[in-house]
């Protein structure tokens, strides 16, 4: 029989934070403890009702015609973000990474979630959707952008995970 390695405190930034949830899923449920997981500007997947065979409401077959991209204000001094080429291997593979993340439906969980959210983050749902999975997230927000917050602000991030690790149990924080 295998012993608990745990306690594991899972953690990412943007769609690592969903990979981050679903190892915690698997963790759990292998009988290992995971105290927290933190999740670094990412929303929650929707999960679409589905109204007949092929179609639901926000998928593409919905509305073909609606782009999905949102325009993203950067922030002052702020790296400009290259968009790749129509056709090129990068367009391809992100729009691969895009279906795999809409079609990701992650399970509700019993653990805390903490939500390291950036001030620039324009979605109106407070929790970006986290609180549909799980009912103990807090938020925390710092400064910066999508991708500031971890590169030019990363201290902030490093303060917030000090925080949330700081009132786990002692064999957590050790």
């Not at 105290?35 to 509305?63: E, K």
């Not at 009912?135 to 400064?143: A, E, G, N, P, W």
């Not at 201290?155 to 786990?168: C, I, M, N, P």
Request: hydrophobic share 40%; charged share 25%.
């Amino acid at each position: 029989e295998a012993r608990p390695h745990g306690p594991y405190v899972i953690g990412g930034h943007c769609a690592g934070g969903l990979v981050a949830l679903e190892i915690a899923r698997r963790l759990l449920d292998a009988g290992e403890d995971v105290p927290l997981v933190f999740i670094v500007d990412a929303s929650a997947p929707w999960q679409a009702t589905r109204l007949y065979d092929g179609m639901a409401p926000g998928t593409p077959a919905a509305r073909p015609a609606r782009r999905r991209e949102t325009a993203r204000v950067a922030e002052p001094g702020a790296e400009p973000v290259s968009t790749p080429d129509a056709g090129s291997a990068a367009t391809d593979t992100f729009g691969r990474y895009r279906r795999a993340i809409r079609r990701y439906a992650p399970m509700p969980l019993d653990v805390p979630l903490l939500l390291l959210r950036p001030e620039r983050n324009r979605d109106l749902r407070p929790t970006l959707g986290w609180s549909a999975l799980s009912k103990r997230v807090q938020v925390s927000v710092i400064r910066g952008d999508h991708h500031t917050a971890i590169t030019r602000h990363v201290d902030e991030v490093a303060r917030a995970l000090q925080t949330a690790l700081a009132v786990l149990p002692a064999r957590v924080s050790a």
